[in-house]
């Protein structure tokens, strides 16, 4: 059986999945960022000095989304792994 | 610089005699800072307090009462006092105006308090209004019970039941019937009862007299003559805190100073004739502190260093060494980014000297826009003036020369309010058909030109255009280059904190290994991307070396856990690249959406802007001042935190964590703000 491919589609679901990898890595941060968030502003309350290491804890799951990030960019830009195909 | 300021031990003993002139002087020359007495020595007591502690603080109570009616709160001083004025005038600030600001505000209070139940009162009795008693009619009654109240369903049958003596009065308000209910007394247990099943919710009936429109009235009248009242007592209060506000805060610093100086001596220690004060000096300071005091008590003192061995010993015991930052005053204000992580110790490093380095290159990198980064400076400017209390003085210090860098970066990336808008027009652009052949070429770093300097640097890349496909690929690799300089400074501060501490296996086999990891990891990555394989090969032989360390290391294979957060730190720095691109989108957005969408569609189809109408250009602007405006925002709060975060989390873990918090040098004195030295 042979792969039909249209270069339009390929390059298509090259961007969906690019933008499913940041989106998702968003989501998974913004979860993980919800908990901390909230103890965090509950420690400040009580204790201000506590403001700076807060924050740094809040600020650790950031780094998913950044991943999410690198992988969307090597897509769109760096990999071409249907190149084979793409090219007419 | 990077270093705390060296710190010496002293011992200060004295005759009891000279303690006055000798606590005046060190509050005065505010270099020693003072560890406390605990009192575990069977030798020493605890100090006393000296002359008129009681009487100072008395007075501080007094005026703190007045200052908090007065709604005083610390600020940057507009007008400082000299002592003389405020000790004469303080008898009168302290008594006569303390005793009419508490007779004002207490007033107040009290009006406050009649108004409230006044409008209690006609709450209660506006329902009323649809019944067709008297007020005098709902009380006063010695054999007969009264229920007024609403009720959800007719209860005139159930009442006549169990009380066949009854009378019942009852009218509809807007959304409840209300009911007024006289039975005899010894009905009132069931008649309760029965209308309790009626969903009946009684009502209180002020004592007042006369009819329920009237009594409003009269109420609403007083309530209008206690406000008149109120307002020129409130006038008062605020007049009264125009009048004294900087005298009062320049005399609460003077009761707080004579407060502090007379209760120093309960940080000693004291015999029956001599006292002893120990403490931290900056080396370089003791030779003044020592001259001064000497000739203060007219040599009836003894000022000590302690040896370094003795005073080893004291740290070993638990006594904190002080910490003073030391950085030039430019690099000043990035100390409040240190201090919000913790104090260094005295043996750590003080890396605000590298955050002044490192965070507003960030800043720059990820703002990088000349109109974005004019407009944060004067925004800034404006702040300053406005907010003059040192810490957000500091903070507005610390993003102004972020600011300033992301005007330099907005140069390097041809930016002004974001590519396609203002610099096309200001700066020129690449002609037409050399932007097909750079395209072609696979050399498209952007359109901009550098007026008729033309496209500057190696192939031509800049101003680079952030949202071209090979912008974003070399951004990917500066970011990390920037990443694995920052990640080994922090390193090499590791090792050399391990080094002070003595900790040489931690030094060499726990943050040694991590730089060779992440240098060499990043050699190798080079080295695909330009495939040499021979910087791939070496990066891999050095990588596995730092691995067998680690395991070496003091946590043993354990350490190897930590791997996979070497390799994350690194990918941490491309959000550099990554917020700033969310930025340049924006603001390319906004530009599109107006130049290309908005103003050639209300302009009927328009294709050059020689054709746009005026009302397109109107609305095509306000979509761009608005789009610009979040963008703005936004643009100043992630390249502020996302560099923060990449200071406290990939640098700072590399060397700042591992042994506590320090002590900040506080030296015992006062800094004058409201009074005149």
Known sequence: ?88 | MLRPVEMSRVVIAGSKDVISPVVEKLHELRLLHIVNYNGNQPEFELGKPIGKAKEYSEDLIKLRSATRYLDIKNKAPDKTYPESQVLSEMDNLLNNVGAEVTATFERITAIEAEVKSKQDQIKALTPLSVLPLPLEAYYGYDSLATFVGTAATPVDADVARVSPVNEIFTGTAKNATLVAIFVPLDKAGEVSAVLSEHGFSETSVPKLEGNVDSAIATLEGGIKSLEGEKAPLQKKLADMKKQYEDLMLATDEYLSMQTRKTEAPLRFAETANAFVIDGYVPSDQFARLKSELESAAGGRLEVQLIADKEADDLVEKGEDIPTKMDNPSLARPYELVTRLFAIPEYKEFDPSLLIFVFFPIMFGMILGDVGYGVMTFLVLIMLKKKFRTEGWQQLINIVMIGSVWSIIFGVFYGEIFGPLGLWGRIMGQLPEHELELAKEAGLYFGEGVYGSLGRLGPLGIFPMDRLASNAVLLLIGTSIFIGVIHCSVGSILGIMTELNYGEKKHAYFERLPVMLFQVFFAIALLGLVMGQMIMVYLGALVIVVSIVMMVMGPEGAMGLAHVPSYVSNLISYLRILAIGLASVGLAYAANQLAFYVIMPMLSGGAKDSSEFTIPAIIVGILVLLVVHFINFLLGILSPFMHPLRLHYVEMFTKFYSAHGGGVEYSPFGHVRRFLKA
């Open chain 1, 1 to 88: 059986m042979a792969i039909v491919a249209d270069a339009g589609v390929l390059y298509g679901l090259l961007a969906v999945g690019a933008g499913l990898a940041t989106g998702l890595a968003g989501i998974g941060a913004g979860v993980g960022e919800q908990g901390i968030g909230a103890a965090v502003v509950g420690v400040v309350a009580e204790e201000p000095g506590f403001l700076g290491k807060g924050l740094f804890l809040m600020l650790l799951p950031e780094t998913l989304i950044i991943f999410g990030l690198a992988v969307s960019l090597i897509l769109m830009f760096a990999w071409t792994p249907f190149s084979g195909i793409v090219t007419p």
